[in-house]
């Protein structure tokens, strides 16, 4: 049987919810959107689960990754999963969301298997560090069964799917994470999925309170900075050039304009109340990212380069 053709994500939703849910994106009308399956994570109401969907980009250097949305049915809202809270994103990045399939014996037998902990590090030396310059990236998720069969696996698998990967395969740093203390690493194994996926949240954290940049799927997420000009209501200029708000975002500057100036819940007050237009020029050189902490990093620096250059700045947190 053929894959179902690639559409644009409101015809996508139609075709599985029967509901007509429109973004305001422009990247939503492309016609690169297909139906990943039911998370059965519930939505914030409770009254539902989120679906996901999801669509292949390329970035400025045109290496492919995946965007990733949940679609909250009831509330008719489209969301990218990486502009949710963490705890959310976690659950919807691990949770299985194929079309549920006959069970057999081999998927039985799967079930069984252990939850384990997985980190690996982008090991070549040429993929941007920006946080830290001196150590690679690591990126850390769940299992079952053996962990460095499973890193394997990611890497042959992605050959086939992802540019990204072959570019940038991951190699495993299980010896990290052997050499945490125990009351942090915690068992090797786990029954349970949820206890697994708590202790990595705790593992993660420990690496970064350690200086390291870790992130979950950094294939899948692509981070820009963006400038924006405000007008002279923002308040008196300290400084001789004009008020400019500098931020990070998983979407297109475009769309995160749009969602400041709507007065959306993560809008920054000053971009809503004083937000004209974006500054293509003051945003020319600035290299994207695929890690959080990365993105935040090259947020601050541009936005100490933009107030060093004479310009007010808001936002470069």
């Not at 049915?73 to 299985?96: G, K, Y």
């Not at 799927?217 to 007008?231: E, F, K, Q």
């Not at 004083?274 to 890690?291: C, I, K, S, T, Y």
């Amino acid at each position: 049987m053929r894959d179902k053709p690639l559409q644009s994500l409101p015809a996508a939703i139609l075709d599985v919810t029967g509901k007509r849910i429109r973004g305001r994106y422009t990247r939503y009308a492309r016609k690169k959107w297909r139906f990943v399956g039911d998370s059965g994570v519930p939505t914030s109401e409770g009254n539902s689960t989120y679906l996901l969907f999801d669509a292949k980009f390329n970035d400025k250097h045109q290496v492919q990754y995946t965007f990733l949305v949940a679609v909250d049915v009831a509330a008719q809202t489209i969301t990218p999963v990486d502009e949710l809270e963490d705890n959310l994103q976690d659950q919807l990045t691990d949770t299985p969301t194929s079309t549920p399939q006959p069970k057999t014996r081999k998927s039985k037998a799967k079930k069984s298997l252990p939850h384990r902990i997985w980190l690996a590090e982008i090991a070549n030396p040429r993929f941007p560090r920006h946080a830290d310059l001196d150590r690679p990236q690591l990126v850390i998720g769940l299992c079952q069964g053996d962990a460095l069969g499973h890193i394997n696996e990611l890497n042959q698998q992605n050959k086939t799917q992802s540019r990204f990967a072959q570019l940038f395969p991951y190699r495993p740093r299980m010896d990290l994470l052997d050499a945490l203390p125990r009351d942090i690493r915690g068992p090797a194994n786990y029954k349970k999925f949820k206890a697994a996926k708590a202790r990595r949240r705790k593992v993660r954290e420990q690496f970064q309170e350690q200086g390291y940049v870790v992130g979950i799927r950094p294939d899948t997420v692509l981070y820009t900075i963006y400038v924006v000009n405000l007008s002279d209501t923002t308040g008196p200029r300290k400084n001789p050039k004009p008020w400019v708000y500098v931020g990070q975002t998983v979407r297109t500057p475009e769309e995160r304009l749009r969602q400041h100036l709507d007065g959306h819940r993560t809008a920054s007050k000053w971009v809503h109340k004083h937000g004209r237009d974006l500054n293509p020029e003051l945003m020319r050189g600035v290299p994207q990212a695929r890690f959080r902490q990365d993105a935040e990093h090259l947020e601050k620096k541009h936005a100490a380069a933009l107030k060093a250059a004479g310009f007010n700045v808001k936002g470069g947190h």
